[in-house]
């Protein structure tokens, strides 16, 4: 195995590489289940949108919009009666999950 070898997503990472990217104001703001869900409406929205499927044509690439992504995480945070993120947040939240990916190879 070399060097290059892409890390495994770990969502307990993920957490902590999320609120170390968040800007100083929102780093206590959420607790890990906060970020958690939203980590779990994301990647409901990469099974939605077809990015986990295999058989998918290697030369047809798929386009990630941030934009959709964040109006899809906003759509289904506006659903649960007990979320407590404030959708002002959404985006940083989004983009920390973003960079986390990035940092493992992953690449949608």
């Known amino acids: 195995m070399g060097a290059s070898q892409e890390k495994e997503y770990d969502e307990n990472e993920a957490i902590v590489f999320i609120k170390n990217f968040l800007p100083q104001d929102l780093k206590n703001k959420y607790n890990d289940d906060d ?33 959709d992504l964040v109006g899809y995480v906003k759509n289904q945070l506006r659903k649960d009666p007990d979320n407590i993120i404030e959708m002002d947040d959404v985006m940083n939240i989004v983009l920390g999950e973003l960079e986390y990916e990035e940092s493992l190879g992953m690449y949608l």
């Open 35 to 67: 970020i958690l869900i939203v980590i779990d409406i994301i990647f409901d929205y990469y099974e939605d949108k077809g990015f986990f499927d295999v058989s998918a044509d290697e030369d047809e690439e798929s386009d990630l919009s941030v934009t």
